[in-house]
């Protein structure tokens, strides 16, 4: 299986910029396209971003396009999302998911990381 684990989450206020990483470990992970989504209270998840495990293909919801970038150093076997021009509407819980190919529905994704709560504060 795939194991990933998500850091640098944390409060930033609007404008600001923070970085969000997802390590991914286990048997062929690096050849997963990985996604980031993000629930904030009360509300669905939300797809955010996704990249596949060459990184050809990224794919941004619209809400963050222009602010956000999603990366990945295939060396470290990790996936960075650069979040800038951050506004109190990004605040949510931040999740990395694992899936054979790039997709945008929670339900496209194999394994899950934990978690990483942003908040953004006005």
């Known amino acids: 299986q795939v194991q990933l684990v998500e850091s640098g989450g944390g409060l930033v206020q609007a404008g600001g910029s923070l970085r969000l990483s997802c390590a991914a470990s286990?048997?062929?992970?690096?050849?997963?396209?990985v996604g980031w989504f993000r629930q904030a209270p009360g509300k669905e998840q939300e797809f955010v971003a996704a990249?596949?495990?060459?990184?050809?293909?990224?794919e941004y919801t619209d809400s963050v396009k222009g602010r956000f970038i999603i990366s990945r150093d295939n060396a470290k076997n990790t996936v960075n999302l650069d979040m800038n021009s951050l506004k109190p509407e990004d605040t949510a819980v931040y999740y990395c998911?694992?899936?054979?190919?790039?997709?945008?529905?929670?339900?496209?994704?194999?394994?899950w990381g934990q978690g990483t709560q942003v908040t953004v504060s006005s």
């Open positions: 998911a694992a899936a054979r190919r790039v997709g945008i529905v929670p339900g496209e994704y194999d394994f």
């Open positions: 990249i596949s495990w060459t990184g050809d293909r990224t």
């Open positions: 286990g048997r062929n992970s690096i050849y997963y396209a």
